[in-house]
């Protein structure tokens, strides 16, 4: 059984650092593209940061120079470390794993989503 447990998540006001961690189990995870996600109220969910099996990295814009994506294969884990948090930033941020096999199948997982929330 897959799981995908996020923790990290919280208040922090505006300025203010966080660092997430996804800690997975169950899945190939020296494979996996890990990505974090985002949800705020009333707002589609946007894709915040990904890091590949092999470690290169990608970032929204509105992140870019604030965020940093990592992974520690041998802990199976993902770090988003988030600084000068802004109040926009306040969303449920989840952990996404793809599973991407030689053959080109690939097996999609969630987290179950942490808050994070800023205030100004």
């Known amino acids: 059984q897959v799981q995908l447990v996020e923790s990290g998540g919280g208040l922090v006001q505006a300025g203010g650092s966080l660092r997430l961690s996804c800690s997975a189990s169950?899945?190939?995870?020296?494979?996996?593209?890990m990505n974090w996600y985002r949800q705020a109220p009333g707002k589609q969910r946007e894709l915040v940061a990904s890091i590949t099996s092999e470690g290169l990295t990608n970032y929204a814009d509105s992140v870019k120079g604030r965020f940093t994506i990592s992974r520690d294969n041998a802990k199976r884990t993902v770090y988003l470390q988030m600084n000068n948090l802004k109040p926009e930033d306040t969303a449920v941020y989840s952990c996404n794993a793809v599973e991407i096999h030689r053959d080109a199948t690939t097996y999609r997982y969630w987290g179950q989503g942490t808050q994070v929330s800023v205030s100004s």
């Open positions: 169950g899945l190939i995870f020296s494979i996996s593209e």
